[in-house]
């Protein structure tokens, strides 16, 4: 069974087709990536996903569950995380804290419990501060625990940013573009990364325009034009497609 369900999908923008009746799914602990031209309708597809935009027809299911058009903090809820193509991470705030913040929707005590400082609250943080902790281990960056997050490097940065999404417990994760401004090393330790993710059990939906790093980590691909899904299949298989490579050969991906 997919644990995302995308179906016949239409955002418009006046009279531009941004995403038009693309269909698709996302199998359970699979990496799919989603690739295209500029203009193709990527990144519109993930804010209708993750609920930043709302359609104007179609569906989108996660785990069978109807997700369309719901806010973007109610997606989050439901188990899906999203990072950024430009990193978001606070500013004056250490990688550690930053982390932690992502972790907070998954807690309970509630915003009076917080202020009244009761004793689940302290629970509750010692959890965050140690599932956050676990995380950065994992991710091999513990030693920056206490840096400024947006001082480092911006290979680490974009690390920490995947680090505070897993620290929501997501079962599906959505990349977008995460090897943007990375050089060719920073990019070869983010496949590590992104396979490391995904062999701990979380789906991966990832756009992306670095096409090595694509063939080389997808399990399967969705290609767009124009808004319009135009083929899907293995990576062997897009990259023999007649009508991916002339899009490509037509149009400089940037």
Do not use: C
């Amino acid at each position: 069974m997919s644990i995302l369900e995308v179906e016949n999908l239409n955002r418009s923008f006046g009279g531009l087709h941004a995403v038009n009746d693309v269909t698709f799914d996302v199998m359970p602990k699979q990496i799919k990536a989603v690739i295209g031209p500029n203009g193709a309708g990527k990144t519109t597809l993930f804010n209708l996903i993750a609920g930043a935009l709302e359609s104007d027809s179609g569906e989108v299911k996660f785990q069978g569950t109807r997700i369309t058009n719901l806010p973007s903090h109610r997606v989050a809820e439901q188990g899906i995380a999203r990072t950024f193509q430009n990193i978001k991470l606070y500013s004056n705030m250490t990688v550690l804290e930053n982390v932690m913040i992502g972790r907070h929707v998954r807690t309970g005590a509630g915003f009076f419990a917080g202020l009244m400082n009761f004793p689940k609250t302290w629970k509750e943080e010692r959890e965050i501060h140690e599932k956050s902790m676990e995380l950065i281990e994992m991710l091999g960056i513990a030693e920056l625990a206490d840096s400024d997050a947006t001082s480092l490097a911006f290979g680490q940065q974009r690390t920490v940013e995947f680090a505070r999404a897993l620290a929501m417990e997501p079962e599906l994760l959505l990349l977008d573009e995460p090897a943007a401004g990375l050089n060719i090393y920073e990019t070869a330790e983010i496949a590590e990364t992104i396979r490391k993710i995904r062999d701990w059990g979380i789906t991966i939906l990832i756009i992306e325009h670095d096409m090595s790093l694509v063939m080389d980590i997808s399990d399967e691909i969705t290609v767009l034009s124009s808004g319009k899904k135009i083929a899907e299949g293995l990576p062997e298989e897009i990259q023999r497609n007649e009508e991916v490579i002339k899009i490509y050969l037509g149009e400089e991906d940037a």
